[in-house]
């Protein structure tokens, strides 16, 4: 008898029970939990992604200037990168939505590269857009991408993000945008062709290739090297828009030799500080894209090269209190929630501000310096219940903010 219960196998893909961690009996056959997954996996795909496609329509109310009077609500400043992105996502709609007539014009995409220092917005503008579109949106980051058979993520799993954002609906993932962060981390050291292998930078730009002109890739649904049993899905990339951003650190020495400009030498420290040094950005061309590091192939499928301004001391107080999600409004509500009215004084702002614009950090200078204040009063404030309001004043916020503390900022950056 118990000889008979060992030979019982899977009634679909024949394993033997000790083959597997389970066997479920039905009225005339058994399953095994290996075969369950798969069916699952087939029913998400096949039933219950139907019911969330996405409708790739627009208001005919929203046009370029409205999304971009979105975009304001939270990110500051960037006027010309917020144009741009605007009006990409706008003929984005209109491509999805275009019904060739008797004269055969197909409105081709243009792939999008915002250049700019860290911490002035890039990511931020592409999560920001993130919610206001109804087309399947995914941000994924260049530098865990290899060429495909080494160690790291291969370049085909961007799409495997996107297929997941939008529950495995090929149709819906073929229209939609995707964000490439970190761009710039791929780029070759030098102009000239690699003598030895580069596989996490040149070799990942040629695998983009493919993806960015459009054509029909075979793409892993969960991954490519966790789950090499699954089954791949085939996904064309023709009117998927790529938008990709880097920091491209060091492209300011490259434009200023194209423009002819000496940031070297022993007029440098006249141009520091000045709108023409710090403007430096707005000149940038898919020329010197090319001798930062990207092969050509690359900068011609990114068409549309835009740029995000270095943040001054204006716009970082904006930063810091306009905005819908801005950082003092952030910590008021923490506090809020402990019933505690928390305020800060205009000498704190300011000095914020200007130990941001020391550290060179950008926007993400003032959380470091922020959290260096507010520690203590977080932590304390909550288990102190007679204390209904809180004030950070200047002197405050300069105790807190001790020597030993701007030293450990200062290395970080």
């Known amino acids: 008898m118990a000889r008979r219960r060992n030979n019982i196998n899977c009634t679909f893909c024949g394993k033997t029970k000790d083959e597997t961690l389970i ?4 009225l005339e056959g058994h399953i095994c939990e290996a075969c369950v997954e798969q069916a699952q996996q087939i029913i998400e795909e096949e039933l219950y992604h139907k019911e969330k496609n996405f409708k790739f329509s627009l208001s005919k109310m929203i046009k370029p200037l409205a999304i971009k ?6 990110v500051i400043g960037q006027d010309e990168a917020k144009k741009v992105l605007s009006v990409a996502v706008y003929n984005h709609y209109k491509r999805l939505n275009q019904t060739v007539g008797s004269d055969d014009v197909e409105i081709e995409k243009s792939n999008i590269l915002m250049v700019g220092n860290t911490g002035t917005g890039k990511t931020l503008l592409a999560r920001t857009i993130a919610r206001f579109l109804n ?15 080494y160690v790291g993520e291969d370049v085909e799993s961007i799409l495997s993000r996107l297929l997941q954002v939008c529950n495995y609906d090929v149709e819906a993932a073929e229209k939609g945008i995707i964000y490439i962060d970190e761009i710039d981390k791929i780029a070759r050291k ?5 003598i030895t292998r580069d596989v996490s930078g040149e070799g990942v730009q040629q695998s983009l290739l493919k993806l ?18 699954q089954k791949m899905v085939k996904i064309n990339t023709q009117n998927i828009l790529f938008l990709c951003g880097g920091a491209f650190a060091g492209i300011e020495k490259i434009i200023a030799r194209r423009v002819r400009t000496n940031t070297i030498g022993f007029n440098a420290e006249s141009l520091v500080g000045t709108s023409e040094a710090d403007s430096l950005l707005r000149y940038v061309s898919p020329q010197d894209i090319r001798a930062f590091g990207l092969i050509p192939e690359l900068v011609g499928r990114v068409p549309a090269v835009s740029y995000l301004e270095p943040l001054d001391k204006k ?21 809020e929630m402990e019933d505690i009215k928390l305020e800060f004084s205009e000498e704190v702002i300011d000095f914020i501000v200007e130990q941001a614009l020391d550290f060179k950090l ?22 102190q219940p007679d204390v209904k309001e809180f004030t950070i004043t200047l002197e405050y916020a300069q105790q807190h903010i001790s020597k030993d503390k701007m030293k450990t900022l200062r290395v970080a950056s």
């Open 362 to 383: 950008g926007a993400r200078g003032l959380r470091s310096i922020c959290e260096a204040i507010m520690t203590d009063a977080m932590f304390e404030l909550p288990s």
């Open 135 to 149: 087309v399947p949106f995914t941000i994924v980051d260049a530098t865990v991408f290899t060429e495909a058979g």
């Open 212 to 229: 960015l002109e459009g054509s029909e890739v075979h793409v892993p649904p969960q991954g490519g090297r966790k789950h090499p049993e």
């Open 23 to 26: 066997l479920i009996a039905g």
């Open 315 to 335: 716009a970082l107080k904006a930063i810091l209190t306009q905005p819908k999600n801005a950082l003092i409004k952030q910590y008021k509500k923490l506090f």
């Open 190 to 194: 030098q102009d000239n062709p690699s």
């Open 69 to 74: 009077e979105f975009l304001d609500q939270y």
